[in-house]
């Protein structure tokens, strides 16, 4: 889990919305499935992560569980790994969200100065 899962997760409900946790190891179906029983309107997920020492590729599984819930309009991406996101085939928008979590950009600058410490 990273900060910005933890942000996502608090902001939901914050705006009194309801959040899902998903396991990646789900699977496609299963995932799908859960989509739907909440007719979920986004997806947030990461390009991957690593596990075991090599890196499990977590978009693919959330693209094709999006592609089978009617009732996704966005996906949000927290890029971790230096992977390209393929989005062909899927007619839902993607967002990369880099500028979305300007902590993970690779050029991100604060939108305002820092106060200074002492």
Known sequence: ?????VAVLLSINRI???AMP???GYGVDAIASRLNAIKAKALFTCDGFPRRGKFY????TAKAAAANCESISKIFVLRNGENMIDDQGLPKAIVNSPSFFPRTA???TPSRPRPKTR
């Not at 889990?1 to 899962?5: A, G, K, N």
């Not at 590729?57 to 693919?60: I, W």
């Open 1 to 5: 889990m990273t900060i910005e899962t």
């Open 16 to 18: 009194g919305a309801i």
């Open 22 to 24: 998903l396991f990646s």
């Open 57 to 60: 590729d977590a978009f693919s």
């Open 106 to 108: 690779a050029r991100a």
